[in-house]
């Protein structure tokens, strides 16, 4: 694609009357492939991407054209932040000439620019000894870093450490407010007679339980599993002594042919009690089994299960509940 008449009269007048020391060969040709990218993004209608083109063109070859350029799509785009980046840049460049070209008049781009936008982004500069780090990750090459007002995390270095602070952004109004300071905080002491700094909690290796602590208090105590215990044992003897019962009172309605109710009423009382025991006996193995005991582990009393008096019981007591009929 050709390049237009402005764009190359403008990197002419970049290269040959800023001289080498403000514009470059090399920086003065890459600002200008930015600058057409930059044009081709304003007839699309992408504001948001041509502003920032601009700005940076303007950077590597400063030129009235693009300055005003760069403003002028900040405005479209309503970008606050680079807005008053570039109004602080244009306060630095010579006001033009009277009756100039608009396209290169940045004065009256800047103006609008800090008109609209004042409000809305503050600048934030490095204490002495630090160094704000932009998004990037790259060191900054500008004095202050714009950003939009209110809280906001910046990096800022200090020697060879890096720290991300958070820092209160506030308008820069009046315009010549000072910038906010942030600096990192000073690193620890350290030296003869100075305690060593505290290490910092291991975490602990993935996959890999975490040891118990003997003394801190947690899981059940193992009155509960005696108390299961007991209930089943006492549930036990309540069902042999209703299964014998149950039992007498069917021999009776065999011989007599009386007592049917009373008979069933035992039945009942008999098959009552061989629930509630099975219960109580499940409830205490699994219990005694799977439940984490206090100064203990999951398990340790399992083995002491009193289950024989219910496997002893259950056989009369089911005899009764299950073959008696009246």
Same mark, same amino acid.
């Given at each position: ?6 764009? &190359? ?21 890459? /600002? ?18 041509? @502003? ?28 606050? =932040? ?26 009256? +781009?800047?103006? @609008? ?40 995390? &910046?990096?800022?270095?200090?020697? +060879?450490?890096? &720290?991300?602070?958070?820092?209160? &952004? ?12 942030? /600096?990192?905080?000073?690193? #620890? ?11 910092? #909690? ?77 219960? @109580?006996? =499940? ?5 005694? =089994? ?33 073959? @008696?009929?009246?």
């Amino acid at each position: 694609m050709g390049r237009s008449p402005k764009l &190359v009269a403008w990197v002419a007048l970049a290269l040959g009357s800023l001289g080498p020391a403000t514009a470059r060969a090399d920086d003065a040709a890459q /600002a200008g492939e930015l600058y057409e990218q930059a044009m081709q993004a304003v007839a699309a209608e992408d504001y948001a991407r041509a @502003a920032p083109l601009f700005a940076e063109a303007d950077r590597l070859a400063p030129a009235p054209v693009a300055l005003t350029s760069a403003l002028n799509a900040a405005l479209r785009a309503d970008d606050a =932040v680079l807005g008053m980046e570039l109004v602080e840049r244009a306060a630095l460049r010579p006001a033009p000439p009277s009756g100039s070209d608009p396209t290169s008049d940045h004065a009256a +781009a800047a103006a @609008a620019a800090r008109q609209r936008f004042e409000g809305r982004a503050g600048c934030v500069r490095a204490a002495p000894g630090n160094v704000l780090v932009p998004r990037s990750g790259s060191p900054s090459g500008e004095p202050v870093l714009w950003l939009a007002v209110g809280e906001q995390r &910046v990096t800022v270095r200090r020697g +060879a450490r890096a &720290v991300e602070v958070s820092v209160r &952004v506030v308008p820069r109004v009046p315009a010549d407010a000072p910038c906010t300071v942030v /600096a990192a905080p000073a690193e #620890p002491p350290t030296g003869p007679g100075m305690p060593p700094p505290a290490p910092a #909690p291991s975490a602990p290796t993935a996959g890999a339980p975490a040891a118990p602590d003997a003394d801190a208090p947690g899981g059940l105590h193992p009155a509960f599993f005696g108390v299961g215990a007991g209930v089943t044992v006492a549930l036990a003897a309540g069902l042999v002594a209703s299964g014998v019962d149950t039992l007498a009172k069917h021999r009776a309605f065999v011989d007599s042919g009386e007592g049917a109710d009373a008979g069933r009423a035992a039945q009942l009382r008999t098959n009552g009690l061989l629930v509630g025991t099975l219960g @109580a006996a =499940v409830g205490t193995v699994v219990l005694g =089994v799977f439940t984490r005991w206090s100064g203990g582990t999951a398990g340790s009393e399992a083995r002491a299960v009193p289950v024989a008096p219910l496997l002893l019981a259950t056989p009369a007591g089911g005899a009764c509940g299950l073959a @008696a009929r009246f």
